[in-house]
């Protein structure tokens, strides 16, 4: 039994790992302020006495003060970001305060309170658009073309100067899109919305034929999990994504078949469905595999069982 | 004749900037917070009506509102830092606000007021301890070993995804060490003001063995420069620094040779003269060589041109 640190504990992948750290018989200290958390998503963690909540956001220290004084925290899993990528331009400052200086204020948080080990969700985003694919952790030095993904460069960097001044030691996961139960953003997300406003006709961002690589949130937790138990250098990076893609509009297709639907499909057009979509992500994951990661749901049963939980919940289409 | 912003105006290389803007006939709109900056590098600047001074902080957006507006600004070199790597543990939220936030600032004021076009100084330590020398700008995605460093990064990261995000044009230079004229940091500065205190003992931090590679203010300029005028990418990223390189021991015995001296020199041990120094950093310039920029000066003579200038101004010294 260890305690752990979630942070964005009420999110799509905080709280399913927060279950998980519970169900392995861990205590877990989640930390939300609820912007784009559900406290849906911790009802069964908060009837555990092993799960406490500190509700607060990170750009204040206190918070931090809150969730890491005198509780022996074994390890942060530091989760929280403005994962909305597609809205950059809107406001850049928020991928800055969310994903920057909140990493910055996790870390010397850490320090204050003689935690040092930490687990960064990072992205597959931010090589920006590589010219090597499946893209590899090494590849070579890239040009950022998103803010999300220039604020979660920012907060790697942040995390590695940690580890070579202060003797931390980090595993930094660089996702592709991750699917699954509780899942709150995203394509799926916003095509079966708009399916549900009208079934007739769907307008998609881009020409349908950005390809994109997703994975199972129960894999993505899996990968979390092993990299710790395996990878002891000050600084493990690893890629976090299966070895498939998909179009996205063969993922459309299958979403429509799936609620058996035939509606009249217009794209926008253009390489890119917003400014710093990559048009292609597909990454090498075979550093994370080499330790005996394998994911074991395939991209298109991936987005079918989203589907399936979208369906089963339509509460959380409220208020989005 | 163009009218340009210098963050860092009152600094090393800010300053060396800003007279040659001036003598090549151009207007300059000057800002520093003069927290390292001096104001007697300002002293021919100041005395030409072509230069207008901004004091202020730039973590102050109001300085930037004051410094951009109605003046019709080309360009902005933002070269304003904390430029004390060896001191990044000490004051690692220094780095972020001065690097990371301020670059934030400046590229949302400029978004405010319709100017699209940066310089940004990055530096060479951004390679962490790269597995390639001399090391290219498309060096594999490097892992970060300074708050600098990582600051930086930082700062580049947010410039490119201004440049996707609103049609920004960038130029990020990867400087080595810098010297010549005005040098106020360094290891010059300090084994110079050691040897002032005692001639015959000097303390050298690591083995002596650490090998740089340095660049004469002057080519630095030429540099900056030549790359605004012949690069005009979206983003031009461009290491500048010499072919060559020096090692500590090599630097110190040109100091104390220049200045008549023998001291004993004892050495602290170790490959790294503080956390986060780089053993070696040696970058490939071959990028703006190809546009025609070759540094004029060695690094012997930038040493000795260095020592000559901290000799006739000894006033430097003073609060230091």
Tied chains: 1, 2.
Excluded at 36 to 47: H, K
Excluded at 268 to 293: E, F, M, N, Q
């Amino acid at each position: 039994m260890s305690r752990f640190m979630v942070t964005g504990c009420a999110g799509f992948i905080g709280s399913n790992l927060v279950d998980r750290l519970l169900s392995d018989g861990h205590e877990v200290v989640g930390v939300d302020n609820f912007s784009t958390g559900r406290r849906e998503f911790l009802s069964a963690a908060l009837s555990n006495p092993a799960f406490s909540l500190i509700e607060g956001d990170l750009m204040d220290t206190v918070t931090l003060d809150m969730a890491l004084a005198d509780r022996s925290v074994a390890l942060v899993f530091h989760l929280s970001a403005n994962a909305d990528i597609s809205h950059g331009t809107k406001n850049p400052r928020r991928d800055l305060e969310q994903n920057t200086i909140v990493t910055y204020n996790v870390l010397d948080g850490m320090r204050s309170h003689g935690v040092r080990r930490i687990v960064f969700s990072s992205t597959g985003s931010i090589y920006g658009e590589p010219e090597v694919f499946p893209t590899p952790e090494y590849a070579p030095f890239p040009i950022q073309t998103s803010y999300y993904g220039a604020s979660k460069l920012a907060g790697e960097g942040l995390i590695c100067a940690f580890c070579e001044g202060f003797g931390f030691q980090s595993w930094i996961y660089r996702f592709v899109s991750v699917l699954g139960e509780r899942y709150t953003h995203g394509h799926i997300f916003d095509f079966y919305r708009k399916l549900l406003a009208d079934p007739d006709r769907i307008e998609v961002l881009g020409d349908g034929d950005q390809t994109k690589s997703y994975m199972y949130i129960g894999d993505c937790i899996d990968g979390m999990l092993l990299g710790i138990e395996k990878a002891s250098a000050p600084v493990n990076i690893f890629n976090l994504g299966t070895d498939a893609t998909i179009k996205v509009r063969n993922s459309l297709g299958l979403i429509v078949d799936t609620l058996g639907l035939s509606p009249e499909v217009v794209y926008t057009g253009g390489k890119r469905g917003w400014v710093g979509d990559s048009p292609l992500i597909h990454l090498d994951c075979s550093r994370i595999g080499a330790l005996g990661w394998q994911p074991r749901m395939s991209i298109d049963e991936g987005v079918v069982c989203t589907l399936d939980w979208l369906r089963a919940n339509p509460w959380v289409f409220e208020g989005s």
